[in-house]
């Protein structure tokens, strides 16, 4: 299984991790590390995240920081989808 993220998911990590870094550069560390170990667990576990109520789509938080990743489990891929702060509005 691989990891791919979409244009939207990219850009949205990016301003996320920019807004952080400009306040604490160790905690824009620290939520890109917690990222990646996530999603490293995902790869082997693609079903662990819970389902929305948007058909495939499942999510999980970047716990213990404020953020969800919505993400898609394809046949030979998760699909990273979208990135946000949890206190956002869902779109």
């Known amino acids: ?54 058909e495939g789509v499942r999510r999980v938080m970047l716990t213990p920081y404020p953020y969800v990743i919505f993400y898609r489990v394809m046949t030979a891929e998760i699909v990273v989808q979208r990135f946000r702060h949890a206190a956002r509005k869902p779109r």
Request: proline share 4%; aromatic share 4%.
């Open 1 to 54: 299984m691989k990891l791919r993220y979409t244009k939207t998911a990219l850009r949205q990590i990016e301003q996320a991790l920019s807004f952080i870094e400009v306040r604490s550069p160790q905690g824009a560390a620290g939520v890109a590390k917690r990222m990646e170990s996530l999603l490293a667990v995902l790869l082997d576990h693609p079903h662990a995240g819970q389902a929305t109520n948007r």
